[in-house]
């Protein structure tokens, strides 16, 4: 048997209909033919004795349609095993593999990425849970986490049963916390708020419509990211960031025995799921809110699918956030492993204590936990292996509430949006297109800004500075990248490393809205005297306040809009600035400066007029 789930291949299924038919017919042939004569009427609706072969062309050309246009890829369980028919009722195809291995996708790559999406999050919940608790509703409180919600609920109900306007809020109250409890498993299984059928035109619209903002509006979201540099010294300080994470990092990199130990962590981590953005672009799919399907469907959305599943690594981006997350998960290492040390040891700080609180230990794993660093870790010139793989048997619960610890505060710390940071709406038909790249934002206030406001110590302080000082660099070289004056003015650079390290989130957002639509007027840049944000100050009050709501997809139809008019109105220049935001990669690191003047020469020389 396999455990990997077979996937239909569309295009093939729809170039080798005929073929794929047949195959299916046959098959429903010989099944009703080994069929006992008492079972026939279970297994096909409208059955009679004597069956044409047209009853069977039918039922196989119902079945291929549902396989191009079904809600999924995914063949149901039982696609390698034999038995009895159930397709017609149970709505299972149970078939040899042998027989449709020609119209399936036999990609390992693409086979092992599917499995990871589809499967990982359902079996993790399906052990925590319950299998009952994926597919269960308020109506139905089949599972035992919905069943002690209610019951708690229901008891304290009873005691205000004769104070209606209190039983009135606890039926709310219990509404809107299974709602919540629903939406996050549904976020996390991929199904919140989208259409229930990825083949549907709207999804599909949806997808590649984010694909296509991601391949022409992505390119220098490395510089952007820059800030997390400021973040990974917010851990616990300067010293600390060069002692615990670029010092140690840079010495296994300098010898052929740390080169191998490295590939040992790297393995390690990745085990985990730290790191491994070159593989899965995580954080760089999180942050562009790329939504996931099963399909692959027209040549045009095959390859905006490619260029977005590739893109992570095309802008480096995958690689910048899996060198960052490795340095980080070595500072993190080093302070979780000093704390849980100092408790063993009964001289944990007050500091320690809280973290170690909030971050889910009790006292028992704790000190199992350092009884397994202590026997099987390893220290590398300042490099920390945990060694989980030896540690001894029973442990793996501790083992994933280590890791957990670890790569929660690595997520926290370079920023990678998880299913509870961006609001439900988010999640939404239509409103997911205005809220693309708005994950980042809304992460950074829960993982950044409060964490900062509530525990603001000595590494917090250096963090910020660090944060600011990335941010104005990279405001600085977008300045450069546009061809812009580079301002010296020290509160403007201060004022745009804020706003460009993203420590305020959406606040800065919200700050750049109320200055655009005064003209100025109101804002941060009117109390700091530094006139407009330069963030925006090209385009005009109206344009930015319409791409601030819109999102990337309203600038790509005011792009698509301003071609089209082209012939009719003619071409000027435009119509070439707009063709030219809509090529891909057009905004990647020399691309864009090499387009610019490509752009420029194109128009003077042809001399296309400005109007």
């Not at 040899?96 to 499967?119: A, G």
């Not at 600038?555 to 698509?560: D, E, L």
């Amino acid at each position: 048997d396999s455990y990997v789930p077979q996937i239909w291949d569309k295009p093939k299924a729809q170039r080798y209909s005929k073929e794929l038919q047949l195959e299916l017919t046959r098959f429903f042939k010989e099944e009703y033919s080994k069929a006992k004569k008492g079972d026939k009427a279970r297994i096909y609706e409208d059955s009679i004795e004597t069956l044409d072969d047209s009853f069977f062309e039918d039922l196989a050309y119902e079945t291929w349609k549902n396989i191009i246009g079904a809600q999924s890829n995914a063949l149901q369980e039982g696609i390698i095993s034999g038995g009895a028919v159930k397709f017609t009722k149970g709505r299972k195809l149970t078939i040899l593999r042998e027989r449709i291995e020609q119209w399936l996708v036999n990609d390992p790559s693409k086979l092992s990425q599917q499995y990871s999406s589809l499967m990982s999050t359902r079996i993790r919940l399906a052990e925590k849970f319950g299998l009952d608790f994926l597919d269960d509703n308020a109506k139905a409180a089949k599972s035992f986490v919905v069943q002690n919600i209610k019951d708690e609920y229901s008891k304290l109900q009873k005691k205000v049963i004769d104070k209606p306007k209190e039983l009135k809020k606890l039926i709310a109250a219990e509404e809107k916390d299974l709602a919540n409890i629903f939406a996050l498993r549904d976020r996390m299984l991929g199904t919140y708020g989208y259409s229930a059928n990825p083949d549907s035109s709207l999804y599909r619209f949806q997808k590649q419509v984010k694909q296509f903002n991601v391949a022409t509006k992505l390119g220098d979201v490395v510089m952007s990211s820059q800030s997390d540099i400021g973040r990974a010294v917010g851990v616990e300080g300067y010293a600390k960031f060069l002692q615990n994470q670029l010092v140690p990092m840079a010495r296994l990199m300098m010898s052929k025995q740390g080169r191998a130990y490295a590939l040992k962590r790297r393995d390690e981590l990745h085990g985990f799921n730290i790191g491994a953005e070159v593989a899965g672009n995580g954080r760089f799919n999180s942050l562009a809110d790329i939504m996931d399907d099963f399909g692959r469907h027209t040549r045009l959305e095959r390859g905006l699918n490619a260029v977005g599943a590739r893109f992570g690594q095309i802008s480096l981006m995958s690689y910048h956030n899996s060198l960052w997350k490795e340095i980080t998960t070595n500072g993190v290492m080093h302070k979780v492993n000093r704390a849980i040390d100092a408790f063993s040891k009964g001289k944990a700080s007050k500091k320690q204590l809280t973290a170690l609180s909030k971050s889910g230990f009790d006292e028992a794993s704790i000190k199992a936990i350092n009884k397994q660093l202590k026997k099987h870790g390893e220290n590398y010139k300042g490099v920390i292996f945990p060694n989980i793989a030896d540690w001894d048997a029973g442990t793996k619960n501790l083992a994933e509430l280590y890791y957990g610890v670890v790569s929660s505060e690595v997520n926290s710390t370079i920023i990678t949006p998880g299913y509870g940071t961006t609001p439900t709406w988010m999640s939404k038909d239509v409103l997911t297109l205005m809220g693309q790249f708005k994950s980042f934002s809304m992460a950074s206030i829960e993982k950044t800004l409060i964490p900062m406001v509530q525990n603001f110590d000595a590494s917090q302080a250096q963090g910020l500075s660090a944060m600011i000082m990335t941010g104005a660099l990279v405001y600085m070289y977008k300045q450069w990248a546009t061809g812009e004056e580079i301002p010296t003015d020290p509160k403007l650079l201060v004022q745009q490393g804020v706003d460009r390290s993203g420590v305020l989130g959406y606040f800065m957002d919200i700050n750049n809205a109320i200055e655009h639509g005064s003209s100025g007027e109101y804002g941060l840049s009117k109390v700091l005297g530094t006139n407009h944000l330069q963030k925006f100050y090209h385009q005009s009050d109206t344009d930015t306040l319409y791409n601030l709501f819109t999102g990337p997809t309203g600038g790509t139809a005011k792009n698509i809009v301003e071609v089209g008019k082209a012939p009719f109105n003619g071409v000027n220049q435009k119509t070439v600035h707009a063709f030219r935001k809509m090529l891909p990669l057009q905004n990647m690191i020399g691309v864009r400066q090499t387009l610019d003047l490509m752009e420029k020469e194109f128009n003077n020389n042809l001399g296309i007029p400005k109007n």
